[in-house]
């Protein structure tokens, strides 16, 4: 009996560690940031919930380049479109990654992992999670993505460990 538990106990390791391997593995950034052309606002398209979000519709970013930070503001909608809360904070970038990654605070000393995934070539959109995978944001220059943009990110998420379906797809703000 005992000869048996150990193949099958390493079979189940094996196979629930494979499924959990996207999860886990290091989660890649784009190679390179410009900080001056990632300033400036961003709108919420979707978004894993969130405490820090909730009562939410939708939400927008502002993003400024302030010398060695970036100064954030964070605002929050509700279903009418009226502005319900504002949060602000600031982004330090990471030590060679090329602003790829950045460590944000609202309430220092607290800090959070700002990982840029994805980005458009013109910066139309964005795509930002951490390595933990708990949180993601599809973020773009307007209210709305192109069919084509949309498709893109949710074909590629799988792929970086995050569940297309448990997004949260925001209500347009304009």
């Known amino acids: 009996m005992r000869t048996l538990f150990y193949p099958i106990t390493l079979s189940w390791v094996l196979l629930l560690g494979g499924c959990t391997a996207a999860s886990n593995s290091p989660l890649p950034t784009v190679a390179a940031v410009d900080l001056e052309r990632y300033s400036g606002e961003w709108i919420e398209i979707a978004r894993y919930e969130n405490r ?18 970036v100064s954030i503001t964070n605002r929050c909608y509700d279903t009418s479109g009226k502005q319900t809360a ?45 390595p933990k995978r708990k949180y993601l944001w599809i973020l773009a220059r307007t209210p709305s993505l192109s069919e084509n943009d949309k498709s893109a990110i949710l074909e590629r998420l799988p792929a970086l460990g995050y569940d297309p379906a448990k997004l949260y797809w925001s209500r347009p703000i304009r």
């Open 86 to 130: 504002e949060a602000l904070g600031r982004a330090y970038p990471v030590a060679e990654s090329s602003n790829s990654k950045l460590e944000v605070t609202f309430f220092r000393p607290f800090y959070g992992d700002y990982w840029v995934l994805m980005l458009a070539p013109d910066y139309r959109y964005s795509v930002v999670g951490d």
């Open 52 to 69: 820090f979000e909730r009562g939410c519709a939708s939400a927008s970013a502002e993003y400024r380049l302030n010398g060695e930070y």
